[in-house]
């Protein structure tokens, strides 16, 4: 009997429910919210802080100004792309824990195109970074797909793993054969030229890699609803066994919903390089492969939930700045942000999940 | 069962509307309060600072929250916000730098080098504000750049370091390949050498400003090679402690590092930042300030050695001082010939002096450094 012990012959464990009420569903994440808000503000006055103020400052930097307003939308376009990316490879219950790695390879690609074959016009060169993007993150979830499909090698492994070595590889492109050589030896590429650089909406930062999530997160509506092979995806999500009665094909679906998951991912590096940095860099991503994991759960894997998560979570990392702005220290924002993640995600769990305890045969104990 | 969960919804929903009523109330408290602020400021400027590692750092930001510090009690008609640190130097620091315009401030200090391109495209759009941008070479009339001539302070801490080496074998560890680097390596490398011809300098690049786990690693890995002395060029006082547990000696940087391995650090340059922020902005407030490239000298206190640790003898001591008054006087400076490239090559001839934009270029050795510059 698997399970937290919790005393003699008792145990803790999590059971999924059988069904979900609907109530439930809308109930928890407000409920998770609220003990979020609670349990951070008794952090807060521990450490001295009026968690009332904080938080309107949390609120009123990320949404409460249209300049918030833009930032947090700058921020939210990578989570979009990668939360996307890595929920159509949930659904078929394959980890892709790799978004971040895919993320780099697409941003390196893209600058590839801007640095070297960045002569044309606006478009050409646009649309061929674009290409170059998508089809290198693409690649970049192929090389795990392609053990995980044939000798089953597992994946949550191989794609967190390839993080490293994209990171790595971009860093070593900055720092060696693609520096600026007017940039004085600091590792950072030259500047890309204006006709690579995505355009902007008006006075703000948001770019048009807005446009490539939203129209992600319908392309992979209709994939997943209106298709035969969204169809299969599901299914085997829900029952590989069931599919492959049905007579469909597992390995090959693991390889192209891993590319189309890569290629999404791809994307986001390429919108980030393109529309935010303009160069390629070290630390080009503060983790956004990762928190898009956070992003696809609490988007139930729903591509248009995915899109609404994706600018909450990137009002929560906007308004982090502002509530430094207030005095609270990085660390603190740090802990506050993790705290209320922690809830939520916790809560989510619950929504799927009974905590029971069960006595050493497995018998629920009633308390 | 139905009753059970009646309640628990009443409740709840009574929670979220006492947390809403709160949330309210307070908004219109604290929009009272901003406006409050806003007729204050009318009266005070707003200035801020970012920071690229903690305000504790110990070391670089830490210098500069203490000149935060010092300029909040000495200039009056100012209010400081509070620092923002650990700023990343990448996508998010025009965020940052935007945010602190809309914020209302009006001076903003950048403290590292990683900033100037952002610090750079939000100063093109507020001519209003004046942006200060410490280590980088961009200016504009609303943005000025500042930095101390550290490689002064440098030389002398080599000096106690050349005197005190007994494998004649001493460590670097350093952080990024660019010039700033370069040149202090090359002048500590001057200092050691000027009393202890036979020393070598050995240098681990470590691509960090701010990271102490591998800081340390970097320096055991250099005292594990015979190092008995270990200089840094790195924002934490890991080195220094590497060196302690080592039962060797240091030379730090930033600030006082004496605390964190007080039988290891000799002394070592240090960052006075206080009275620049302080000048600069009484300037900016008097309409007096214009934009510049400022690059203090040791004479200007900007930069300067701290307290030697108690190891280091009087005879050490005067030999620093007296450098240290040709120095200040303008009768010599560290990069003044004949000085060979750690290839044998003539780089600067005897008598001949650097100049400031050849020392800012500077990517090459001085003889007796033991290390390569990667480079493309």
Known sequence: MSGLPIGRDRVLVLEKRGHFSQSAALLVPVISIICALFGGSLFLLATGYDPVEIYVTMLSGAFGSAYGLSETVVKAIPLMLCGLAVSVAFRMQLWNIGAEGQLYMGAVAASWVALFHGEGSRLGVLALMFLAAAAAGGIWGLIPAIPRALFKVNETITTLMLNYVAILYSNYLVYGPWKDPKGMNFPLSAVFPEHATLPYFGDTRIHLGLVFGLIAAVMLYIILWHTRWGYEIRVIGESPVAARYAGMNIARNILLVMALSGGLAGLAGMAEVSGITQRLQPNLSPGYGYTAIIVAWLGRLNPFAITGVSFLLAGLLVGGYNMQMSGLPAATVSILQGAILFFILGGEILTKYHLRIRDARGIEVAE | ?376
């Open chain 2, 1 to 376: 069962m139905y009753k059970k969960v009646l309640a628990l919804i009443t409740v709840l929903l009574m929670a979220v509307a006492v947390f809403a009523g709160c949330g309210g109330g307070a908004d219109k408290a604290s929009s009272g309060q901003q406006g409050e602020d806003k007729s204050q400021e009318a009266e005070k400027t707003k200035v801020a600072f970012i920071y690229v590692g903690p305000a504790g750092d110990a070391g670089w930001s830490y210098a500069h929250d203490l000149g935060r510090k010092y300029l909040e009690e000495n200039v009056s008609g100012i209010e400081v916000t509070p620092p923002l640190e650990s700023v990343p130097e990448g996508a998010d620091a025009e965020q940052v730098i935007e945010n602190l315009v809309q914020k209302g401030n009006k001076i903003i200090f950048a403290t590292s080098f990683g900033y100037m391109d952002a610090m750079e495209k939000v100063a093109k759009k507020h001519p209003d504000v004046t942006f200060l941008h410490c280590s980088g070479y961009k200016v504009l009339d609303n943005m000025g750049t500042y930095f101390g001539r550290i490689y002064q302070p440098r030389y002398l801490s080599g000096i106690v370091a050349g005197k005190t080496t007994k494998s004649n074998t001493i460590g670097y560890v350093a952080a990024f390949p660019i010039p700033e680097v370069v040149r202090g390596i090359n002048a500590f490398t001057l200092g050691v050498r000027s009393v202890n011809p036979d020393a070598k300098v050995k240098v681990v690049w470590t691509n960090t400003w701010y990271d102490p786990a591998k800081e340390k690693d970097a320096a055991k890995s250099l005292l594990e090679q015979g190092a008995d002395v270990v200089a840094q060029h790195q924002d934490t006082p890991g080195p220094m402690q590497a060196a302690e547990e080592a039962g060797k000696f240091g030379v730090s940087y930033n600030s006082d590092m004496r605390q964190f391995a007080p039988k290891a650090v000799l002394t070592g340059p240090v960052w006075n930042w206080g009275p620049y922020y302080a000048e600069t902005v009484q300037a900016i407030l008097d309409g007096t300030w214009k934009s510049e490239q400022y690059w203090g000298p040791i004479g200007d206190g900007i930069v300067d050695l701290a307290p030697y640790g108690d190891m280091v003898t009087d005879d050490v001591k005067a030999l620093v001082d007296a450098k240290e008054r040709e120095i200040v006087d303008g009768t010599w400076d560290v990069f003044t010939g004949p000085i060979k490239d750690n290839t044998g090559k003539e780089r600067v001839a005897a008598g001949a002096k650097l100049t400031d934009q050849e020392m800012l270029e500077m990517l090459w050795f001085v003889e007796g450094v033991d290390g390569i510059i990667p480079q493309e």
